[in-house]
């Protein structure tokens, strides 16, 4: 009986220290998710940045261009278009990469000797360039397979 | 955003626990810290990626390679280049020289550009023993590129690119040199 009053201080003190303790368990909880959360922000800003639509149009029409300045007859040259794909599922629908003809008509559009590539839907006209080797469209034929961009420039 | 949520949340906790003035100190560095390494690299990754590639110099080096293709092949000079009577370039050839060799300078329309982006000019030399002449050259496109195309410093970085290729190529017996200068401007589509 005598010690009851010190045994009440001590469990006193004793809960203090546990609820200290978990709060700096909190603290340091929430200070590492919120880092964590602010650094999985900047990655995926970073690698949204790199894969942008417009940034891969120019990028795709300019080695377009650069194909067809080096085509000479006979060639097969394909490019890794997995980026390409991914922007058009998203935009345009699955058909607009494995049909021929709407690929060619929407997607990567050869007007004379000017590329324009455009990967998503809207008003934007996409990304135009041009190559001064004087190749005809029936010259080569181009489609997507196997996640590549195919040429083949047949004259 | 979520910098703002960040920092409420730091200083809710902080005015809840009731902390040390050092420990609130070193946590409003912490998120002055992040929000720093937010804009340089917000800053960064926008001024690498507004830039656009620059290929100039790959495609004049390609425009001088299709023409050294056109003018001379196995090591022989293309038969249509030369008249037969005299070592001159014919009419025709030099009149009809981007038919002939399938080249066109058509661009796609830009506000800025009034002239042509392409230049190009032929130079061919008889070489006898050390002693070279001039034959005739071939020039097409906008002549102004060549003009300010060899300049290399970095503020020049807008101005076209150019390429030069020079090789021996035979005309019968005779050692003829080709020179070939290429130059592209589309600075607009290539620099920032």
């Known amino acids: 009986m005598k010690n009851e009053p010190f045994k009440r201080v001590s469990n006193q003190i004793e809960m203090k220290k546990r609820g200290k303790r978990a709060s700096i368990l909190v603290e340091n909880v929430v200070f590492i998710v919120l880092n964590l959360v602010f650094l999985t922000i900047l990655i995926l800003f970073i690698a949204r940045q790199g894969s942008g639509a417009i940034l891969l149009e120019e990028s795709y029409a300019k ?64 990304y135009s360039y041009s190559f001064f080797n004087d190749i005809q469209l029936n010259d080569f034929n181009y489609y997507v397979t196997d996640g590549k961009l195919f040429f083949r420039f047949t004259r | ?46 001024f690498y ?89 071939i020039i097409k496109g906008n002549s102004e590129i060549k003009d300010i195309c060899d300049a290399t410093d970095k503020e020049y970085e807008r101005l076209p690119k150019c390429v030069n290729k020079r090789f021996f190529t035979l005309y019968g017996t005779d050692l003829i040199l080709i020179d070939i200068v290429t130059g592209v401007r589309k600075s607009e589509k290539n620099v920032k």
């Not at chain 1, 067809?68 to 058909?95: L, N, Q, R, W």
């Open chain 2, 1 to 46: 955003m979520i910098l703002i949520i960040m920092l409420q949340m730091g200083n809710y906790f902080l005015g809840l626990q009731d902390k040390k003035a050092a420990e609130k100190i070193l946590s409003i560095y912490w998120f002055i810290i992040l929000i720093i390494t937010v804009a340089g690299i917000y800053g960064m990754v926008m």
């Open chain 1, 63 to 126: 080695q377009i261009a650069l194909i067809m300045d080096s085509a000479k007859p006979g060639m097969d040259i394909f490019i890794d278009f997995e980026k390409g794909i991914e922007k058009i599922k998203d935009s345009f629908g699955d058909e607009y990469y494995t049909n021929s003809s709407k690929f060619q008509s929407t997607i990567i559009v050869f007007n004379d000797n000017i590329v324009t590539v455009k990967l998503k839907e809207g008003k934007r006209e996409g």
């Open chain 2, 49 to 137: 990626y507004s830039h656009p590639y620059d290929i100039r110099q790959v495609e004049a080096s390609l425009l001088a390679n299709k023409i050294a293709d056109c003018v001379s092949y196995g090591g022989q000079i293309n038969s249509e280049v030369f008249n037969y009577s005299d070592v001159k370039i014919s009419d025709e050839f030099k009149d009809n020289f981007l038919n002939n060799c399938n080249i066109t300078f058509n661009v796609e329309s830009h506000k800025d550009w009034k002239a042509e982006q392409y230049y190009l000019e032929i130079n061919f030399y008889r070489q006898v023993s050390d002693s070279r002449g001039d034959l005739d050259k």
